[in-house]
């Protein structure tokens, strides 16, 4: 079985810039996550997707961060325009419901590094 | 808002020793996951705790769960080197994560 994909894995941006990342899920997985994860830190959520309907964007900094999974199934991470302290790995994870019973399946991330 | 202490924060043991890694938050939640990271590598599912008293075991890991006093555990029994790794928990239907227990496993 394939797992979680990302791209790109690596990337280097000066800061006012914008960047966007992407997401390939599990086949058949109906929830995806984005996680920022600064480094020493634990991972944070950003944004939830059930299907392609959102189901939590709490915590993400919707001034700048932006997302969207058409068709529900890959997913995008937009930021515009980048601050320094959007240094970080970024995320995805899928799983098969969005009951926070299923297992969660993390995608290698996408570190990116804002100068 | 829920927060999520791990502790300790880091800890390094000598192969064949017994440790526990602990997880309080500070709201009810009735779900706790526990994961492993590798340096520079993704985050590695280990437990998904459920239940009040739900008990866990895989290898040399085993997860408890105390819904009550908000606590979960992961006990190491006789470490290996390859156990070192970061490993978080994380609470809850918005998946608070705790800072991590960076472990060390030393011959």
């Known amino acids: 079985e394939a797992g979680v994909a990302q791209s790109p894995r690596y990337k280097i941006i000066e800061k006012r810039q914008s960047v966007a990342f992407w997401c390939n899920p599990i086949?058949?997985?109906?929830?995806l996550y984005w996680y920022q994860q600064i480094l020493g830190q634990g991972p944070k959520l950003l944004i939830q997707?059930?299907?392609?309907?959102?189901?939590?964007d709490s915590q993400l900094p919707k001034d700048r961060f932006s997302a969207e999974r058409l068709k529900g199934v890959d997913s995008t991470l937009k930021i515009q325009p980048a601050k320094l302290e959007d240094s970080a790995v970024y995320l995805c994870?899928?799983?098969?419901?969005?009951?926070?019973?299923?297992?969660?399946?993390f995608g290698p991330g996408t570190r990116l590094t804002v100068t | 808002e829920l927060k999520v202490e791990q502790n300790p924060l880091f800890l390094s043991m000598q192969e064949g020793k017994n440790y526990t890694i602990y997880c309080n938050y500070s709201?009810?939640?009735?779900?706790l996951y526990w994961y492993r990271q590798d340096p520079g590598k993704s985050l590695e599912s280990l437990f998904v705790?459920?239940?009040?008293?739900a008990v866990k075991q895989e290898g040399r890991l085993m997860a408890s769960l105390d819904t009550k006093a908000r606590l979960s555990t992961l006990h190491i029994t006789a470490a290996v080197h390859d156990l070192s790794a970061t490993y978080f928990c994380?609470?809850?239907?918005?998946?608070?994560f705790g800072a991590g227990t960076r472990l060390t496993v030393k011959p």
């Open positions: 994870a899928s799983s098969l419901t969005g009951t926070g019973v299923a297992e969660q399946y």
């Open positions: 086949s058949g997985h109906a929830t």
């Open positions: 997707f059930q299907n392609n309907g959102v189901v939590d």
């Open positions: 709201t009810t939640s009735d779900r």
């Open positions: 705790l459920l239940s009040n008293g």
């Open positions: 994380a609470v809850g239907n918005d998946m608070r």
